[in-house]
């Protein structure tokens, strides 16, 4: 016979005469009468913590080595290693089945006041996140750079359904500027109030970095995180490497609180902290911020799936019941949506039909954008290509340079440390826990290898990119 590791874990061994296999836990003799199942869960949770410890003590390895080839290939067999503990804690929940429903809604600690006490969480990253927008802007002056013009001109406020303009590079085409309606409010309300377009700007991406942060708290909280790492949770979700590299423009913004607003919105009545009827009606407003991310077409796209994923988030983590209710809104949230995104999905899909698709550069021509679209820089969320490059990032030579070099690696590794603690004992209470932590660092994972583009991995089969 031999263990694994310290008191109430797991025990196997074998049977050197007979040949038998058996598992237990220290402190109590190993019982090969045990289920077969019961046996797949232990060792499963040995292997699971096995893999997901190794892939972070990897992650610390990465950061150790730094920016290299050598780092990049331990980078992919960390990847590795995760996603075989992600594989392994998938079979072992499907396994072991649904054995807590009940515990899974909790409503009722909701209605009895416990939640009440968020409200002086909120009120606190409301006002760290609002301060901290302030840090962007001088006095006097406008955030502007790459695809996000000065705010300035209003003259656009006048035409903004005008169904035919001057673009400046045709002679004129179909107009779609409707999805411009939300920022033209704001910039309309301040003008007329005697302020400048730099004061509307500075209100504009306050209430978009507060509304995010808010909106990611309220999901974490739906899903039965408690406060403290809820609003850190928050905070990381807008304040990363990823947002202040290439997230900080206003669409983006728009994009990452929908992505998070919308699935808050239907776990909360999928669990019945909020009606149907007031769940229908959140989801109708967003119909014009839909529409402001429409001018980066994907990530439109990207908050429609998260919407629709919002049914299996509550199935798998919340009960049928709770899945059914989702359904349910996501069809009358999407219908709805359908006919009040018209006045700015209608001018689009007429605009679209103008476009010479075929004149289009092919994807081939924006390879370049995939320098940096590697395992390693996944991890920390930075792939951008204009990384390095002291004309746009002066300062990003510093990360490249022990310790921020090391500490950038500091987020992933706290991030999927979660997946081996998670399986460290073997019991039914901790079921949704685990549900929470594969599904998020499977989508970690994912997401980290999609974002490699057609470089390796994201692409196996090289000689398909020209």
């Keep these: 016979?031999?263990?694994?590791?310290?008191k109430g874990r797991l025990v196997f061994g074998r049977n050197w005469k007979t040949g038998d296999f058996s598992v237990g836990h220290q402190g109590e003799p190993a019982d090969s009468s045990l289920s077969r199942a019961e046996k797949f869960r232990s060792i499963g949770s040995w292997l699971v913590t096995l893999f997901g410890c190794a892939g972070v003590i990897g992650i610390i390895g990465v950061g150790a080595i730094g920016n290299s080839n050598v780092a990049n290939t331990l980078?992919?067999?960390?990847?590795?290693?995760?996603?075989?503990?992600?594989?392994?804690?998938?079979?072992?929940?499907?396994?072991?089945?649904?054995?807590?429903?009940?515990?899974?809604?909790?409503?009722?600690?909701?209605?009895?006041?416990?939640?009440?006490?968020?409200w002086w969480t909120v009120g606190a990253l409301?006002?760290?996140?609002?301060?901290?927008?302030?840090?962007?802007?001088?006095?006097?002056?406008?955030?502007?750079?790459?695809?996000?013009?000065?705010p300035e001109g209003t003259a656009w406020i006048g035409k903004l359904f005008a169904?035919?303009?001057?673009?400046?590079?045709?002679?004129?085409?179909?107009?779609?500027?409707?999805?411009?309606?939300?920022?033209?409010?704001?910039?309309?309300?301040?003008?007329?109030?005697?302020?400048?377009?730099?004061?509307?700007?500075?209100?504009?991406?306050?209430?978009?970095?507060?509304?995010?942060?808010?909106?990611?708290?309220?999901?974490?909280?739906?899903?039965?995180?408690?406060?403290?790492?809820?609003?850190?949770?928050?905070?990381?979700?807008?304040?990363?490497?990823?947002?202040?590299?290439?997230?900080?423009?206003?669409?983006?913004?728009?994009?990452?609180?929908?992505?998070?607003?919308?699935?808050?919105?239907?776990?909360?009545?999928?669990?019945?902290?909020?009606?149907?009827?007031?769940?229908?009606?959140?989801?109708?407003?967003s119909s014009p911020m839909l529409g402001y991310t429409y001018q980066n077409p994907p990530l439109t796209g990207m908050v429609g799936l998260a919407f629709l994923a919002s049914i299996a988030i509550a199935w798998i983590l919340m009960g049928p019941e709770a899945g059914k209710q989702a359904a349910k809104v996501v069809i009358a949230g999407g219908l709805l949506l359908i006919v009040t995104c018209a006045y700015w999905l209608v001018p689009s899909?007429?605009?679209?039909?103008?476009?010479?698709?075929?004149?289009?550069?092919?994807?081939?021509?924006?390879?370049?954008?995939?320098?940096?679209?590697?395992?390693?820089?996944g991890l920390w969320l930075n792939s951008t290509w204009a990384w390095g490059q002291t004309t746009f990032y002066p300062f990003s030579a510093n990360y490249s340079i022990f310790p921020l070099s090391f500490v950038i690696f500091l987020l992933p590794f706290t991030a999927f440390l979660a997946l081996p603690l998670s399986f460290r004992t073997d019991k039914a209470n901790h079921e949704h826990r685990r549900r929470l932590v594969v599904g998020a660092s499977g989508l970690a994972l994912f997401l980290i290898f999609l974002g490699t583009g057609t470089r390796w991995p994201g692409s196996i089969d090289r000689k398909s990119v020209v």
């Design 349 to 377: 899909l007429v605009q679209l039909k103008g476009f010479a698709l075929a004149t289009y550069a092919p994807v081939s021509s924006w390879i370049w954008e995939e320098v940096r679209a590697t395992i390693e820089n």
């Design 126 to 150: 409301a006002v760290l996140a609002g301060s901290a927008v302030q840090t962007w802007f001088a006095f006097g002056t406008v955030v502007a750079g790459w695809d996000l013009v000065p």
């Design 75 to 118: 980078a992919e067999f960390v990847v590795a290693l995760l996603g075989a503990a992600v594989v392994l804690g998938l079979a072992m929940i499907l396994s072991r089945g649904r054995e807590e429903p009940a515990e899974l809604d909790e409503p009722n600690a909701h209605r009895s006041g416990q939640f009440s006490r968020d």
């Design 163 to 285: 169904p035919w303009i001057w673009s400046g590079s045709n002679l004129g085409g179909p107009a779609a500027q409707e999805g411009q309606l939300p920022w033209a409010v704001v910039l309309w309300i301040v003008k007329s109030l005697g302020g400048t377009p730099g004061l509307a700007q500075r209100l504009w991406f306050t209430f978009l970095i507060v509304a995010t942060v808010l909106s990611a708290y309220a999901l974490l909280r739906l899903l039965r995180i408690t406060a403290i790492p809820a609003a850190v949770g928050s905070l990381i979700y807008v304040f990363n490497p990823n947002s202040f590299v290439t997230a900080i423009s206003p669409v983006s913004l728009t994009a990452m609180m929908l992505l998070v607003a919308l699935p808050a919105t239907v776990l909360a009545a999928a669990t019945k902290r909020l009606s149907l009827n007031t769940a229908l009606v959140l989801i109708v407003l």
């Design 1 to 6: 016979m031999f263990g694994i590791w310290g």
